[in-house]
């Protein structure tokens, strides 16, 4: 029971890092913390051009989230087949059955050592 109660614990906390954010969170400028990827090369999804989504979580528990074109994404560029780590705060919404992040501000995360 204590090991459950452990894990259970654990998980909220992981959870509380990496700021999962909920549908009822749409419209709300959120701030949340993974890896930038693309759809088109690293999750393989048919698309005519490259397209950057941060994941959030890890293992079996991930969130995608696809970030709006705008001057901010331009100014990170396209990742292609490299992944870069950062948090990224923006105003969340749900389209086509996917989540969006217009991003107001991407900051990288330097890989400790």
Same mark, same amino acid.
């Given at each position: 029971?204590? @090991?459950?109660?452990?894990?259970?614990?654990?998980?909220?906390?992981?959870?509380?890092?990496?700021?999962?954010?909920?549908? !009822?969170?749409?419209?709300?400028? $959120?701030?949340?913390? !993974?890896? /930038?990827?693309?759809?088109?090369? =690293?999750?393989?999804?048919? @698309?005519?051009?490259?397209?950057?989504?941060?994941?959030?979580? =890890?293992?079996?528990?991930?969130?995608?989230?696809?970030?709006?074109?705008? +001057?901010?994404?331009?100014?990170?560029?396209?990742?292609?087949?490299?992944?870069? @780590?950062?948090?990224?705060? !923006? /105003?969340? =919404? +749900? @389209? +086509?059955?996917?989540?969006?992040?217009?991003?107001?501000? /991407? $900051?990288? /995360?330097?890989?400790? =050592?």
């Amino acid at each position: 029971m204590k @090991r459950t109660m452990t894990l259970a614990v654990a998980v909220l906390a992981a959870l509380a890092v990496t700021g999962i954010a909920f549908a !009822g969170d749409a419209g709300k400028e $959120v701030t949340l913390e !993974g890896t /930038i990827l693309c759809a088109k090369c =690293s999750l393989k999804e048919k @698309r005519d051009g490259c397209q950057n989504v941060l994941a959030v979580g =890890s293992g079996d528990e991930v969130e995608y989230y696809y970030l709006v074109k705008n +001057d901010v994404y331009e100014k990170v560029g396209d990742v292609c087949t490299a992944k870069k @780590r950062a948090r990224v705060t !923006g /105003i969340l =919404s +749900d @389209r +086509d059955g996917k989540h969006w992040l217009e991003p107001k501000e /991407i $900051v990288p /995360i330097e890989k400790k =050592s």
